[in-house]
């Protein structure tokens, strides 16, 4: 090797340093935002990925509103702080108790050129044209229920559709902990969904508006009556971001395009790489983060 080459394979990594990447984050509870990741990155695989859990926190379906709004909060900065531009609240109950605050009152004074965007208006913006009857059934968290958002959002865009709104809380911390095959489960879910048909015996269409519930879809197809159709968020979210992409070029021009995927979790990550194929359909290694206090 002459000087010359000798010179060249020092100084290149020098003067072009790596990029620094803006990707998209996603933030959920825990796992269930994967099962809204899996169609983002079917259907956008160019971004860059940052996705979230705060498992260590989990499930948020309980916690009040002070409580969601402060640990959505804080983990929306740390995207920010890693160079995330937008952030997608892939959780109905984060979305349903934080996101309104976060966008009104907290990006105006942490970040006014970011975006936080949510899975609720979405749903809500197309899920009137999957009944034919005009009767809904919406099954999510306590938190998510109890905050009406479905109805008030839904009625905006759809005024004529009845809804009917059910809480279910047993059905997350039965997929968490693993009893999402079990016969106990079935005791669970065939009582819920009795429930919210014996509220409104019109429903000819199902919502699982919280983003953990597609794993129980096996099972809810199975006791549900035919003909009537069960909705999950996924490909709505992925199709509305696309679209979000579209129409706001100033937000999509600060966005790196490298294709990653970190994932991160505030608990055990090799527990979480041991849940999340089954809602992410793939392997992952997720890393460890220590939130700061
Ligand atoms: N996956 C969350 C949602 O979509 C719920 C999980 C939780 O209770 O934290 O609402």
């Given amino acids: 090797m002459d000087d010359l080459q000798v010179r060249l394979v020092v100084i290149v990594p020098y003067f072009y340093p790596m990029e620094p990447r803006h990707p998209i984050g996603i933030f959920d509870s825990g796992y269930g935002g994967l099962t809204v990741f899996k169609c ?25 509103f002070e409580t969601v709004h402060e640990y959505t909060l804080q983990c929306v900065k740390w995207f920010f702080h890693q160079g995330c531009p937008l952030v997608i609240l892939a959780c109905n109950t984060a979305s349903a108790k934080a996101l309104r605050t976060i966008q009104q009152s907290d990006l105006p004074t942490i970040n006014p050129t970011n975006r936080v965007l949510g899975v609720i208006r979405p749903t809500a913006e197309v899920i009137g044209d999957f009944t034919n009857t005009g009767h809904i059934g919406i099954l999510g968290t306590r938190g998510t229920i109890a905050s009406n958002s479905y109805s008030l959002e839904i009625e905006k865009f759809f005024p004529n559709v009845r809804v009917s709104q059910l809480a279910c809380p047993i059905w997350v911390p039965l997929i968490e902990n693993g009893f999402y095959e079990s016969d106990g489960a079935d005791f669970f879910i065939k009582q819920d969904l009795q429930q919210l048909l014996t509220a409104d015996p019109l429903i000819d269409t ?56 970190e994932i991160f979790t505030t608990d055990d990550p090799s527990d979480f790489d041991n849940h999340a194929s089954l809602f992410f359909g793939t392997q992952v290694q997720a890393k460890r983060l220590q939130l700061p206090g």
């Fill in 206 to 261: 199902v919502l699982l508006a919280c983003t953990h519930y597609p794993i129980l879809l096996p099972k809810i197809s199975k006791i549900l009556p035919k003909g009537i159709k069960i909705v999950t968020q996924g490909e709505i979210v992925a199709s509305s971001l696309s679209n979000y992409l579209e129409r706001h070029p100033e937000i999509e021009s600060r966005l790196t395009t490298g294709g990653s995927t």
């Fill in 40 to 64: 983002i990155k079917e259907a956008l695989p160019n971004y860059d990925y940052f996705y979230l859990g705060d498992n260590a926190r989990a499930p948020y379906g309980n916690r009040s």
